[in-house]
């Protein structure tokens, strides 16, 4: 298992433009979570997947967000209608049900809006 | 909600030193995490714990459950432990509420 696997590493778009990011996390995860990253901060939650059921949406997740986890395995965010707002790392994570089960993280992947 | 504090939120130490970084949390909790991410920008987890003491190298993580308090701490520092040290608690589930991050430069 290579853990948990985010492309692209790196994207940089022009502000207006749709993006989507993919997430394939380990393989047995039922649970899958994405968070967004500024510059000095820590990750802030956006959403996150039981299987392919989307539990939860934060408010930070606008109209132009969306998710999907089509069959409980890999997932993918799409921005539409970037803005500069939207630069930020954007970072996937995956678990077993269960509280306190441990975290696995992606590398994320960094999106720069010019 | 959870609110989480992090000390410091910049700490350069020689090569050698004893570390801490401190996390404090407002409200209880089952279990908390200490992460580190490289520049790169990955996160590894490093502890999850939800009472007494932790060890893995020379990484020590404690947590005082009645006082809302947990700190990291590294023996023996040296110039590869430079990262972004991160302390997050569950909302619930496993939403994680995150603290801004630590960041450690060890010089050699």
């Known amino acids: 298992d290579t853990g948990v696997s985010q492309n692209p590493r790196h994207k940089i778009t022009k502000r207006g433009q749709n993006v989507t990011f993919r997430c394939d996390p380990i393989?047995?995860?039922?649970?899958l979570y994405w968070y967004r990253q500024t510059l000095g901060q820590g990750p802030e939650f956006l959403t996150y997947?039981?299987?392919?059921?989307?539990?939860?949406k934060s408010r930070l997740l606008s109209d132009r967000f969306s998710a999907e986890r089509p069959k409980g395995s890999f997932s993918t965010l799409e921005i539409q209608r970037t803005e500069q707002g939207d630069s930020a790392m954007y970072l996937c994570?995956?678990?077993?049900?269960?509280?306190?089960?441990?975290?696995?993280f992606g590398n994320g992947t960094r999106l720069t809006v010019t | 909600k959870n609110e989480v504090e992090q000390s410091p939120q910049n700490l350069t130490a020689q090569e050698g030193e004893f570390i801490t970084i401190n996390c404090s949390y407002s409200v209880g909790i089952s279990a908390l995490h200490w992460l580190q991410q490289h520049p790169g920008g990955g996160i590894v987890s490093l502890f999850m714990?939800?009472?007494g003491k932790k060890k893995h190298g020379r990484l020590i993580a404690t947590i005082n459950i009645q006082e809302k308090h947990s700190s990291l701490h590294i023996t023996a520092s040296h110039p590869r432990d430079s990262a972004v040290y991160i302390c997050a608690v569950p909302e619930y589930g496993n939403k994680l509420v995150f603290g801004a991050g630590t960041i450690l430069r060890v010089k050699s």
């Open positions: 393989s047995e995860h039922n649970r």
């Open positions: 997947f039981q299987n392919e059921a989307q539990l939860e």
């Open positions: 714990l939800s009472s």
């Open positions: 994570a995956s678990s077993l049900s269960g509280e306190n089960s441990p975290l696995h």
